[in-house]
């Protein structure tokens, strides 16, 4: 849909919502659904609950398709939190060190040993901290990187993660959880945040995008090879019931790959603009935030109140929000956006009034649900459904 049909819709539907709020444009969320889908070929989508930070979302997308299947969760309380509210098959995907939510993970596993959350390890360290919180029984993933490596180590290139490169490594981990009698082996994943997050087609980078497209062939290959071997090790000492990989910026690779029982996918959903920038898909903005024109310094300036959202990562300018409608905005150089105030330029600028509102796209996908409390839902030029997000929640994990 091109920018002005956009503008013209969400118009129409906030005509009476005063800004700031967030919002979820649920057509554009849902073309990008089906678009994941496709390129995941046959492998279910398991849902990176951090990209997404609401629980009425998350809901409606795994009841949507059975190939959205479970939950890719971030800390151990937003996981238990998420199980008592019903969710099932939920790995979480970052090593905790919570003893007091592994003690009730415990718990939760002792009734459920099937069913309960699986949480990730990737040391003899992490399965001690887990066996000196609780004695009950508790499932878990085993975390494979999946950097690439060359000048035989020297320059690792990939998410600075887990410890266990080498299929062995992966093994023989497998082998000393197996000595532990409440630790249970079931799954196994690896994320090469260096492909599937990393976009090979940014605008005015085209010396970087080669490098980027170059090095992520590379990796592929190698990383297909790597963590089927691994996969086959570690199956001879565990039942994995999960083998997972992937993000929104690479499913159509993680479907090329038998070894892989799924992918995850989160940011798709929201299509921020870090996922702009990808050669082998384009996805429709779907979570937007809405700041209100408070003041004019100049004829070619006005001025919005709030904005300073940035995404986290490397602090660069890349990490700001965009003003995305109207189209033909920019943000000022000296200040970006504010705290309290954004200031911005560009011909648009001149025809904007105090109380109009400006469109923005965040950077990254979950992080704005830590600055509203609410997420109005817009079909067509209506809102149909107004939802909180986990800061709406009084939930706020990380
Ligand atoms: C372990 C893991 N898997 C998958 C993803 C991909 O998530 P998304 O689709 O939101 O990029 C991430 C993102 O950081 C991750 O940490």
Same mark, same amino acid.
């Given at each position: 849909m091109d920018p002005q049909s956009r503008l013209r819709r969400y118009e129409e539907a906030f005509a009476d919502h005063a800004a700031p709020f967030a919002f979820v444009d649920l057509d554009a969320m849902w073309d990008n659904a089906s678009q994941m889908l496709r390129r995941a070929g046959d492998k279910p989508i398991r849902v990176a609950s951090k990209s997404l930070r609401c629980r009425p979302l998350q809901r409606e997308i795994l009841d949507s398709?059975? +190939?959205?299947? $479970?939950l890719m969760t971030f800390t151990l309380p937003e996981t238990l939190w998420l199980a008592g509210h019903g969710?099932?098959?939920?790995? @979480?995907a970052y090593p905790t060190t919570d003893r007091a939510a592994l003690r009730e993970l415990g718990e939760l596993t002792a009734a459920d040993p099937d069913g309960a959350p699986i949480v990730m390890v990737d040391s003899v360290e992490h399965l001690d901290l887990i066996e000196s919180a609780t004695d009950k029984p508790v499932r878990l993933c085993l975390d494979l990187d999946a950097g690439y490596w060359r000048a035989g180590g020297r320059l690792k290139i990939g998410?600075?993660?887990? !410890? @266990?490169?080498t299929p062995e490594q992966a093994r023989a981990l497998a082998v000393e959880i197996a000595r532990r009698p409440a630790l249970r082996l079931v799954a196994l994943m690896s994320y090469e945040g260096h492909i599937a997050g990393? $976009?090979? %087609?940014? =605008?005015?980078k085209r010396a970087q995008n080669a490098v980027v497209g170059w090095m992520q062939r590379q990796s592929f290959a190698e990383l297909r090879e790597r963590r089927a071997r691994a996969v086959q090790l570690v199956r001879e000492v565990a039942d994995l019931q999960i083998v997972n990989a992937g993000g929104t910026g690479d499913l159509q690779l993680v479907a090329q790959?038998?070894?892989?029982t799924e992918a995850t996918a989160g940011s798709g959903f929201y299509a921020?603009?870090?996922?702009? =920038?990808? *050669?082998?898909f384009r996805l429709q903005p779907a979570a937007m935030f809405a700041l209100p024109v408070? +003041?004019? !310094?100049?004829?070619?300036t006005v001025t919005a109140l709030g904005g300073g959202y940035l995404a986290s990562g490397?602090?660069? %300018?890349?990490r700001m929000p965009t003003p995305y409608l109207p189209a033909g905005l920019s943000l000022n150089a000296?200040?970006? =956006?504010?705290?309290?105030q954004t200031p911005l330029t560009g011909d648009a600028a001149q025809s904007l009034k105090v109380g109009d509102k400006v469109y923005f796209r965040h =950077? %990254? *996908? $979950?992080? @704005?649900?830590? +600055?509203?409390d609410r997420l109005y839902l817009v079909r067509g030029a209506q809102v149909v459904d107004t939802v909180p997000t986990y800061r709406g929640e009084g939930r706020t994990f990380l």
């Open positions: 398709n059975d +190939r959205f299947d $479970g969710f099932e098959n939920l790995l @979480l998410p600075k993660r887990s !410890p @266990l490169h990393f $976009g090979d %087609k940014v =605008t005015g790959e038998p070894a892989m921020p603009t870090l996922f702009d =920038t990808y *050669s082998t408070c +003041r004019r !310094p100049d004829a070619q490397v602090g660069a %300018k890349d000296m200040e970006g =956006t504010g705290e309290v =950077t %990254k *996908s $979950g992080e @704005l649900c830590e +600055r509203f």
